[in-house]
């Protein structure tokens, strides 16, 4: 079993840029692909982006591509979310998830095993 714990979020203003991370303890990241996901208050989840196990292919969210960009680094057991040129519909608890059944990559929440606390992103207009 995987324990995930993001950090980074904050409050930033509209264009600025923030980077999240994911850090995982218990077992290594490298056998999981792993996801990034966001809750808006009285919204659902959604998908923002994944990464396969090796890193060798992402998946974006229409909406963040292009100015979003996932990384790992399976030695340090993070994974990253660089966004940029934020906007204030990025404003959300961003999550990330770990994925342990495929090796590559899903949008569907319902794939993924294991969850963050999650970590609060804020954009101002």
């Known amino acids: 079993q995987v324990q995930l714990v993001e950090s980074g979020g904050g409050l930033v203003q509209a264009g600025d840029s923030l980077r999240l991370s994911c850090t995982a303890s218990?077992?290594?990241?490298?056998?999981?692909?792993m996801g990034w996901f966001r809750q808006a208050p009285g919204k659902e989840r959604e998908f923002v982006v994944a990464?396969?196990?090796?890193?060798?292919?992402?998946y974006y969210a229409d909406s963040v591509k292009g100015r979003f960009t996932i990384s790992r680094d399976n030695a340090e057991s993070t994974v990253y979310l660089q966004m940029n040129s934020l906007k204030p519909e990025d404003t959300a608890v961003y999550y990330c998830?770990?994925?342990?059944?495929?090796?590559?990559?899903?949008?569907?929440?319902?794939?993924?095993?294991?969850w963050g606390q999650g970590t609060q992103v804020t954009v101002s207009s």
């Open positions: 990464v396969s196990r090796s890193g060798g292919s992402t």
């Open positions: 998830a770990a994925d342990q059944r495929r090796i590559g990559v899903s949008s569907s929440q319902y794939t993924y095993d294991y």
């Open positions: 218990g077992r290594t990241i490298s056998s999981y692909a």
